[in-house]
T-cell receptor, first 113, second 112 residues
Framework: KAGVTQTPRYLIKTRGQQVTLSCSPI?????VSWYQQTPGQGLQFLFE???????NKGNFPGRFSGRQFSNSRSEMNVSTLELGDSALYLC????????????FGPGTRLTVL | KQEVTQIPAALSVPEGENLVLNCSFT??????LQWFRQDPGKGLTSLLL?????REQTSGRLNASLDKSSGRSTLYIAASQPGDSATYLC???????????FGTGTRLKVLA
């Protein structure tokens, strides 16, 4: 089985722009979670999608949003980028979500200039 | 508010040593705890998942224990190898919120 894939792997944007990141889960997995990883704050939970619905969310401003499609692929959008949004964005998939082993993708490295 | 701490932040050991990584959490109301490894610039790989009702899990040279009442978990790595060099993260899934809270990690270097 193919693992979790994320595209693009690297992105460079400037302040004020918006960005969309994509995550394709392992085939058959219906839950997709997104995380932000920075040297200062570590790994922080952004949100989780299951069957096209946001099931859980972390403490991030409304500039961070996401969605999930019927094939379980998920996208994450960040609007009005700030320098502090520079981070490694990771997505993880699991069969049903809560309490299961999560399988992570390689991440998208976003740099905001 | 759940806080997860990992000590030490970094560890360097010679090949072949047995070692223990520590993870502590402040709120014992957890659903499960997972240990992950992360290689530089890469995603996370799940190593072991311990449900709140379990005391330990084993996989190969790895053994993870969980003492929920004291808010502690340990990851034991037997006969360490240079390929074990990575950052090890623990994460607790809070009951109720069902959000994973990650520790800051232990950066392990195994010297050949």
């Amino acid at each position: 089985k193919a693992g979790v894939t994320q595209t693009p792997r690297y992105l460079i944007k400037t302040r004020g722009q918006q960005v969309t990141l994509s995550c394709s889960p392992i085939s058959g997995h219906r839950s997709v979670s997104w995380y932000q990883q920075t040297p200062g704050q570590g790994l922080q939970f952004l949100f989780e999608y299951f069957s096209e619905t946001q099931r859980n969310k972390g403490n991030f401003p409304g500039r961070f949003s996401g969605r999930q499609f019927s094939n379980s692929r998920s996208e994450m959008n960040v609007s009005t980028l700030e320098l502090g949004d520079s981070a490694l964005y990771l997505c993880a998939s699991s069969l049903e979500g809560t309490g299961e082993t999560q399988y992570f993708g390689p991440g998208t490295r976003l740099t905001v200039l | 508010k759940q806080e997860v701490t990992q000590i030490p932040a970094a560890l360097s050991v010679p090949e072949g040593e047995n070692l223990v990584l520590n993870c502590s959490f402040t709120d014992s109301a957890i659903y499960n705890l997972q240990w992950f490894r992360q290689d530089p610039g890469k995603g996370l790989t799940s190593l072991l998942l311990i449900q709140s009702s379990q005391r330990e899990q084993t996989s190969g040279r790895l053994n993870a224990s969980l003492d929920k009442s004291s808010g502690r978990s340990t990851l034991y790595i037997a006969a360490s190898q240079p390929g074990d060099s990575a950052t090890y993260l623990c994460a607790v899934l809070n009951s109720g919120t069902y959000k994973y809270i990650f520790g800051t990690g232990t950066r392990l270097k195994v010297l050949a």
